[in-house]
């Protein structure tokens, strides 16, 4: 067969994933805070990007409007339209948006310019000035230890692994690493970092820099000078514990029952988390980026919280007169460069926004059942259902649910919450929501007592008597993401309890 060189003209098609396209999408999953990170990052990056106050002050009226096209409000007729040609039409008066502000589906700031410019009384010296309120902080735990170490007579080698084994110490007090790691990154022996642990675990609070709960909990019995062969076979064996299964840990402790018993009322008085009455890293609090509301005619109206919407612009008078100085290409480009960019982060923005109401009203439409009666009442539903009533894709759907909450009368949740899976009804009747499902399991087995402790397949025909046609391996399932244990084991607990 002979080879040969030709060329061939073809037409086809593909799909490009610009830059701005991928920032877009990447916009779109991201949380409120990440967000708000994100904005930052493009804030310092970018010069013609900057925060919209809600000031105008020093702009001429034709500025003022050019930014004020650039923020991309929109008018309540194009925001009622947006949000009633979201819903079917058997629906449009039960679910309507309900009129979010201006902002709410514009590029927000979730922090005022001016926040920090002015004083107010009490921030400064004056004679209402709270000094405990500034000076007193709490102490953390890596702070605490590192006071103890400070005033130990330990070589500049040993503090210096110290101090690095402290840091590794996670908020609960465990030390969370690899001693070999640790040895190899300080360039020391093995035995020597081992010595040092062994003696910061000395440290107050008992049971600190421990690797293990086991490890915690000897530490502390030690302590206590009742650390004992039997004691250390029942912390070997702490699943026996969690199980209550007193013959077996019996036998592996060589006691008898009622030592056993004695020794799990030890283990139950030690802390398991030595550090947790320490102060830890701040944690962030959920902001909801979706308001549902009770309507006075017994709907919701849907609404965008729009201090998590980032409010920002583009400076059209500092473009304008940038781009008069700029003399070489190099310039000219770098300026046309930021201002495209932009204008596609406000317009990424903007869309975000609409994309997460479009899906938001919905989902609500979608589980009015539960903002009504409940968590008994939740539908099943999925990506795909969201997607073809709003006509978007499933991907996209995924995205803007992925670290989006939702507040409501009944609570704060994820958008994700409201997606489960389909049980099938006995008499082929509406499905039922997984999510559901485990609600009705939880409340059966809550209402148990010694003489009524149901069986997986005392529950299976429990739920059938409900309607809903579930598969045993599929309640114990359930029944195990609930972190319920087993019949047997709610038994025995029972009965020790009683």
Not at 3 to 20: D, H, K, N
Not at 118 to 134: I, K, L, R, T, W
Not at 440 to 447: F, N, V
Request: hydrophobic fraction near 40%; charged fraction near 25%; glycine fraction near 6%.
């Amino acid at each position: 067969m002979a080879f040969s060189q030709r060329i061939e003209l073809r037409q086809g098609q593909s799909l490009v994933m610009t830059p701005q396209l991928q920032q877009a999408i990447k916009l779109l999953q991201l949380s409120n805070i990440e967000l708000a990170e994100y904005i930052e990052q493009e804030l310092e990056k970018n010069p013609l990007l900057q925060r919209d106050d809600g000031e105008q002050s020093g702009d001429s009226p034709e500025s003022a409007s050019e930014s004020s096209s650039e923020d991309l409000n929109l008018d309540d007729g194009a925001r009622l339209s947006e949000a009633q040609d979201n819903l079917d039409a058997p629906h449009e008066d039960a679910y309507e948006s309900d009129g979010p502000s201006d902002e709410a589906v514009t590029a927000h700031g979730a922090a005022s310019a001016s926040s920090g410019a002015g004083a107010s009384p009490s921030s400064g010296g004056g004679e209402d000035f709270d000094f405990e309120s500034v000076l007193t902080t709490e102490k953390s735990l890596k702070e605490h230890l590192k006071d103890q170490l400070n005033l130990s007579s330990w070589t500049v080698a040993d503090r210096l692994i110290a101090s690095q084994l402290i840091e590794d110490v996670d908020d609960s007090g465990y030390l969370r690493v690899d001693l070999d790691q640790s040895a190899e990154q300080l360039g020391v022996e093995l035995e020597q970092v081992e010595r040092v642990l062994l003696a910061c675990q000395s440290f107050e609070p008992t049971g600190v820099m421990a690797r293990s709960l086991e490890e915690c909990l000897a530490l502390q019995l030690k302590e206590m000078d009742r650390f004992d062969p039997a004691m250390q076979a029942l912390l070997e064996n702490l699943a026996l514990v969690a199980k209550h299964d007193l013959s077996a840990l019996s036998q592996k402790c060589g006691v008898d029952r009622a030592d056993v018993l004695d020794m799990i009322a030890e283990i139950k008085a030690l802390t398991p988390r030595p550090g947790a009455a320490f102060a830890g890293d701040a944690a962030q609090t959920v902001v909801p980026d979706v308001f549902v509301r009770e309507l006075p005619h017994g709907a919701f109206g849907v609404e965008l919280n729009s201090d998590t919407l980032p409010r920002i612009l583009m400076d059209r008078t500092y473009y304008a007169e940038v781009s008069a100085h700029a003399k070489r290409d190099a310039e000219k480009e770098f300026i046309e460069e930021c201002a495209a960019n932009a204008n596609w982060l406000i317009k990424s923005l903007d869309q975000r926004a609409r994309t997460i109401l479009k899906v938001a009203q919905e989902v609500v439409r979608q589980q009015d059942a539960f903002f009504v009666h409940g968590v008994a009442h939740l539908r099943p539903l999925n990506l795909k259902t969201v997607a073809d009533a709003i006509g978007m894709h499933e991907s996209t759907v995924s995205r803007v649910t992925s670290n989006k909450y939702l507040s409501s009368p009944r609570g704060l949740f994820e958008l994700k919450y409201f997606f489960s899976a389909a049980i099938a009804s006995t008499g082929g009747g509406e499905s039922h929501s997984a999510e559901a499902v485990r609600h009705r399991i939880k409340a059966l087995i809550d209402t148990e007592t010694l003489d009524t402790v149901l069986s997986d397949d005392q529950l299976v025909d429990e739920l059938r008597g409900f309607g809903i046609d579930i598969a045993r391996r599929t309640v114990a399932k359930y029944r195990e993401s609930l972190r319920i244990p087993s019949s047997v084991q709610r038994r025995r607990a029972m009965r020790q309890s009683a």
